[in-house]
Structure formats: C-alpha cells, structure tokens
C-alpha cells in the first residue's frame, strides 16, 4: 500500500496547479524549482529533524545533530543533481539550551556548510513554553548545474537501476555521518544521461516504489547485485536492511543499459556505483532471491505518518 | 540590556563572513539575500512556530495556526519591501495528528498563499516519537520590487519614526488574523526613500532598538503619538502595551522628515502611517511622557531566549 506519506503529498499537490513557467518543478520531487527572470532559477527543499525521531540527543551531540539537519538538505540538493548555495535554520529550544547548545549545534552546521560550500545566511531560534524537545528546520537552496535538474519521473522500462555506496544499517552510525552525494551526483549528469534520480531516505524499497509510481513502471531488484552495508550485516537479516533501512543518504537513479555500461567503464571511486536491478513495464517491484525466484517487493521503509 | 536573542544572532553572524557579491544581505535583517547570476536575487526568511507559544490549540484553530506561520513569514516579506514568491512548509506532528488536521492546516497556509500570491511550493511532514506539541517551520523566498530591499541599518539622526496601524494587545486577537503589510511596504517604498524598515514582531521598543544599534544612534518616542490599539486599551497600562507588546507585525520605519511629509501628503488608507518619534544622535531611547517629562525608554519586548 502507498505510504501514508506519499498520499498526503499527492492531496497536497493537488490542492493548488502551479504556474509551470514560473514553477517547472513543484510538490512531489526533492527540490522544487522556481523560476526568477529570463535566465536563472532556484531550487528549495526543506526538512524538519526531531530529537527522538532523527537523532536522539541522549547518545549523539548537537553538533551531530547540526551537520546532519544540513547534510539531509544538501542530500536533496544532490538528488537532483543541483549545486548547494545557501541555507537557512530554524530551531525550537528545550528549557535549559543555552548558548552553549546554540554554539555546539552551529559547530555542526558550519562543518556540513564550509565543507559542500553552501554557507548558512540566516535563522530563527524559539523556545518552547514547557519540556519539549529540540527541533530544528534546515530550508536550503541550491542552482542548476550545466545539466537539468534530474526528478523522480523519468524512469523507462529497461532501464538500470542503480544505487551509490551501500545500503542499510544506517541507524548503527551512518545517519549521523554520512556524506551526501552531492559531488557525485554532479559528476554522474555530466557523465550520462540519467532518467529519474532521487536519494534514499526513507529505504530503497519505499523510494524505488516512488520512482516507479510516477511513471506506472514496476522494477526488478537483484538481491545477489545489492551492496549490503558491513552495519547492515550486523542486523538479523541483512538484506531486508539493505532493502528496508531508512537514512542511507545514497543515490538512486535509472538510465538506459547502454548509459549504464558508460557510467560504470567512465567511474572512478572512491564512492562505488552498483546496478541492482531493471525498471519493467509491468507495476509491482520484484525482488530475484539469491536462489533464484522472483517474489514480490513490498515498500517497506520508514512512513513518517503510519497509521 | 541587548536581548539574548540578539547576542546569538550577532555571534552566528560574525562566525562567518559572507561573500558580499553572492550574499548582498546576510544574518542580521528580516531577510538574507542571495545573488543569481547578473540580474537575478532571491531573498529568503524562515521561522519556526510551536504550539503553546505562537498560538495555543486549545484555543486556536489548525487553520489559524497555518495562516499564522505564513502572515509571520510574508510579514518579513513586507519589511523589506519585497514581492513574495514561494513559501516552503515543515511540520512536527503530535501523535493522532492525521489527514483531517493536515487539511485543515493547509486550508490556512492556502488562505495566506492566495491572497499574497505566494503559493506553497514543497515542505516536509514528520512526527514526534512520543507526545509532544506541534511545530511549523515556514521559510519564504521573495523577489526585489524596483525598489532594493530595504534594511534594518540605515536610519539616521534627524528622521522620523513611523508604524503602520495600530499597536499592542495583539494577543487578543490580532496575532492570529493580521494582515502582513506586503502591498503598504511596497507602496512607502515607491513613494519615498526610506532610511530602515522592520516589522514588529518583538514589540515596538524592542524592535526601534535593534534598528538603532545598526548605526550606534538613538531615538525619542511621543507618547501622545502612539497609534494605540483598542485592544491595548483593554490591557491596565495601554501605553506599555503599544510600546512592548509582541506580534503586532506592523511596519517599522525611519525616513527623512521632508520624505515623511510627503509620504503623510501622499498616502491613502485604509493602513493608517503615524510619525511616532525622531532618530536621534546620541545612542538610548528615551520616552516623552504625556506630561512632557522625557524618561529612559528600555527594550521592553520579547526576547525569545530570555535566561
């Protein structure tokens, strides 16, 4: 069943049709495009992280907290292959956060900005009325490369499907440190022609059923071809953590077989690129078993609005 | 006393120093602004709003909560004189928070979206592990109008102080319903020149102060010229309403007396424009009482980092 999520999304975008001369990219993607003028535009995500939910201030710091409240962003502005160019924050404060926390949190913050180069220019800090917990709002804003943008709606029955890194086991370390791929991301639009790309936060199976709603394509995913994480390994069943596991941060994209092959002879690391699996015709994901059947892939990443 | 709030946000500014070309207005003014290219800027605003303190739900609805966050962002919009352009929103969800009360929250960003033509163009929904209240982060892009944006820093010795409206009591009622003063901020500015333009969202004291530290000048208040609210006049002391009280979310502004003549000569209703003050030289603020004594005049409003 489509997340809950997903169909509160799409009820959203359906409320208002957008200018498309103005907004070429609205509601649905991982950034939305605005048109300012003639020649230039820019591209907007936003993302709200809760201590409790994305980070647990009892085990990681703020300064974790900062650079991954920034490094989520700027993992959209690498989904669609943009550049970062600014970001603004807003926190809620718990009682007792002072400007101690303040400085540890914006130590993170400035880590992810000065090292993707996308500086923060403003914010807001507010507190809450009672004990509640820390929250903080990144917006980001980031330009077109030479190339578009690349959506989630492009994907064409035989493409490949590929993923950057490897995937699951991420709540271990990897959500509080990962590294967007922005830089990747880049060099994969200038390299090939890529037809629909996104970046896996809430699990391969629940972002690639995503890719494949927009079109009405299905996929077929090869679990001998995966790149399961040494964290995911420690889980109990790994590939279902590879396949399920939300916060990997890496890249999903599809493109022709032929692009493929030329992406994979022109890559060179240090992050590795993985074909698993093809877009089919058909709608339904699939998932080939090391022994060979074909059995049904359900999305079963994180819904943040579960019933 | 400078606010908390204040010293953060000038130790967040002085952390970095931004490229001038690229960011002609940084962390400090209602908005920061972000070059594009030769021709082309957008500016941007964010600000967080949390159940219990920017409204309260028991009392307030869903719908005035969402009309709210957008009126507080638009109104940043109007203090610089700008056209807003796009609105991106994020949410913190408290457990049972469903599609109901989704819809009737953007039932209210829509109202504001419609109005001032700013359409909602993204945003990201997540929610508290456990029992906690909502939040909603607004961040806004606007576009200069032929005028450039107007700033907190250039108010000078000699001008005339001038607000939009009326002020103080807003917590009655007009936090949740006010109108941000985008078409009046953008009429002052094709007017006349003005010297520093805010809107008040911290009170008037509070808000004159943070314009006269931007240049070390100083200012005197009339007493007798106030625009007093009739909601301020429910309050025991009227007068420190008008002065103190937070979320009135009208325009505060400083110009030339001969520009503010013409202005007064000029302007047309139905927002009234009332001279309340001179910048003077000598930094401090200073009150000239109904009996024509001149006593200090201290910052007064809210300070949302207050120890």
């Not at 999903?252 to 015709?281: C, N």
Request: charged share 25%; with cysteine.
């Amino acid at each position: 069943m489509k997340p809950r999520e997903d169909r509160i999304t799409a009820w959203f975008k359906d409320q208002r049709r957008l200018d498309p001369v103005t907004f070429p990219i609205g509601i649905g993607d991982d950034m939305a495009e605005i048109r300012l003028g003639q020649a230039a535009s820019v591209l907007i995500t936003t993302d709200m992280l809760l201590d409790g939910s994305h980070f647990d201030l009892r085990t990681a710091t703020l300064e974790q907290a900062g650079y991954k409240a920034m490094a989520a962003s700027l993992s959209d502005c690498a989904a669609m292959a943009t550049i970062p160019l600014a970001a603004v924050v807003a926190v809620a404060l718990p009682p007792g956060f002072g400007t101690e926390q303040l400085k540890a949190l914006h130590a993170g913050i400035a880590r992810a900005a000065d090292k993707y180069d996308c500086p923060l220019v403003g914010g807001d800090i507010t507190s809450w009325k009672g004990s509640h917990p820390f929250a903080v709002s990144v917006t980001m804003l980031s330009r077109r490369a030479d190339n578009a943008p690349i959506r989630r709606c492009g994907a064409q029955a035989g493409d490949v499907i590929c993923v950057t890194g490897s995937l699951g086991g991420s709540v271990y370390r990897k959500h509080l440190e990962f590294e967007p791929r922005v830089k990747e991301a880049l060099r994969i639009a200038q390299t090939v022609t890529v037809h629909a790309m996104m970046d896996i936060s809430d699990g391969l199976s629940t972002d690639l059923n995503r890719i494949c709603e927009q079109r009405g394509v299905g996929a077929v995913i090869e679990a001998a071809s995966l790149p399961i994480s040494d964290d995911a390994r420690r889980q109990p069943d790994p590939l279902k953590a590879a396949l399920d596991d939300g916060e990997d941060f890496e890249l999903l994209f599809t493109l022709a077989p032929d692009e493929g092959k030329r992406l994979l002879q022109a890559w060179e690391g240090p992050v590795a690129i993985t074909p698993v699996g093809r877009i089919a015709e058909a709608e339904g994901m699939w998932l080939r078993t090391l022994d060979g059947q074909v059995v049904p892939l359900e999305p079963g990443g994180y819904d943040h609005l579960k019933d």
